[in-house]
Nanobody, 124 residues
Framework: QVQLVETGGGLAQAGGSLRLSCAASGRTFSSHSMAWFRQAPGKERKFVASINWSGSRTYYTDSVKGRFTISRDNAKNTVSLQMNSLEPEDTAVYYC?????????????????WGQGIQVTVSS
């Protein structure tokens, strides 16, 4: 069982930056792949970025490529999402997710563990 807690959300202006962090409990974090998803009001949850167990492979949805960076620190049991050049369209609740298999996926049903979500609001 892995418990995930997101921090770092809030309000930013368009063009600004925010950094989300996700702290994971459990001794097996380093074997899990991790991902960030987001859900805008009235819309379905969508993939943002994922990273494999070692951090050697990362994947992004097209709309955030070149602006967002996912990273992990297995010694600290954390995964982060650095978000630069924010746009109003990035406004959503952001969720951290974990998969015990270690392979980074882009579909939500591959991730059995989820955080509670954190609000990110980007003003124009």
């Amino acid at each position: 069982q892995v418990q995930l807690v997101e921090t770092g959300g809030g309000l930013a202006q368009a063009g600004g930056s925010l950094r989300l962090s996700c702290a994971a409990s459990g001794r097996t974090f380093s074997s899990h792949s991790m991902a960030w998803f987001r859900q805008a009001p009235g819309k379905e949850r969508k993939f943002v970025a994922s990273i494999n167990w070692s951090g050697s492979r990362t994947y992004y949805t097209d709309s955030v490529k070149g602006r967002f960076t996912i990273s992990r620190d297995n010694a600290k049991n954390t995964v982060s999402l650095q978000m630069n050049s924010l746009e109003p369209e990035d406004t959503a609740v952001y969720y951290c997710a974990a998969n015990p298999g270690g392979v980074a996926y882009s579909t939500s049903n591959e991730y059995p563990y989820w955080g509670q979500g954190i609000q990110v609001t980007v003003s124009s």
